[in-house]
Structure formats: C-alpha cells, structure tokens
C-alpha cells in the first residue's frame, strides 16, 4: 500500500513564461484529498517542483530538504 496525495488534472496548455504545467492539490470541503491505495494501482509518477516565489528559503540545502 502506499499513500498518495491528490492534485489538480493538468491544464491543456503549460504555463507561457516557463513552459511547465501549474497545478494545485486536489481540494474538497477544505481538506487535501489523500487515499491509501494498492502500489499495483500506480501508472505512473510524476516529479513536482514547488513554487517558492521570488526566492528559495536560504537554510534549505540538499541534506536537510
């Protein structure tokens, strides 16, 4: 089993200013959607780069995020 957190469809096009597709966690009733589910359910992963604004937080480094 694994855990999966829910997040919006992709939109048709990508962003015009980086190219890459903006979504959101998948919202309902004000809570983030989560399921447990079968590992044999996954099709595929997908690697998701947060959005930080106009700067990364400084303390971040590869050891600690």
């Known amino acids: 089993l694994t855990y999966v957190e829910w997040f919006t ?3 048709a096009t990508p962003d015009p200013r980086h190219g890459m597709y903006k979504i959101r966690w998948f919202i309902r009733s004000g809570e983030r959607v989560t ?3 079968p590992v ?3 099709a595929r992963s997908v690697h998701l780069v947060p ?3 106009a700067v990364a ?3 971040w ?3 600690n995020v």
């Open 35 to 37: 399921s447990i589910i």
């Open 57 to 59: 937080p400084r303390h």
């Open 9 to 11: 469809p992709f939109p």
């Open 40 to 42: 044999s359910n996954i």
């Open 61 to 63: 480094t590869s050891n």
């Open 51 to 53: 959005k930080f604004g």
